[in-house]
């Protein structure tokens, strides 16, 4: 048995690959709202095509998966979005202790194990963990508040946000 401190080890195996036209970590965009319209495919591995059943009726899913480019952890970054240092756990950076993400996107359609998806922000070749439906009954929140991001205005926001995209090359984190 383990130390009840520091659990075991978990281990996580991918169910598919993210396909998409994000070559170069440095000119992917840092989320999906500044990735509108960019299509990609992801390859779901045949085991767990019976698992795709019924996702079709969801307009968005969210698509978690392993940052395999990530850099080495940090628990102080710098966002894109601002030019303050903040704590990891309050930004979505993917120097994280797991370098898990999570990502939003449009589904147009599943044919043959592969969903048709668009909004993408993802790194081609990502080992793709889990597929989760967006359910905006559970997953809006009236009211929220967003921290360090609340002080963002939209235009700065849109801006750093497809800066990577645009091939800048700049080094922060999201």
Known sequence: ?????????????????????????EETPVQPAFAEGVKAQVEVFAEYHEGLRDLEGYSHIFLIYH??????????????????????????APCRPNPIGLSLVRLLKIENGVLHIEDVDVLDGTPLLDIKPYVSRFDSCDGARCGWQDQVDDSTASARGRRRFRGSGQSRQG
Not at 8 to 19: A, E, K, N, S, T
Not at 70 to 88: C, E, F, I, S
Request: charged share 20%; proline share 16%; glycine share 6%.
């Open 67 to 92: 940052f395999h480019q990530a850099p080495a952890p940090k628990l102080t970054v710098t966002p894109y979005l601002q030019d303050t240092p903040r704590g990891l756990f309050a930004t979505r």
């Open 1 to 25: 048995m383990g130390n009840p401190d520091h659990p075991q080890d978990i281990v996580l195996r991918p169910i598919g690959v993210i396909h998409s036209p994000h070559k170069k970590l």
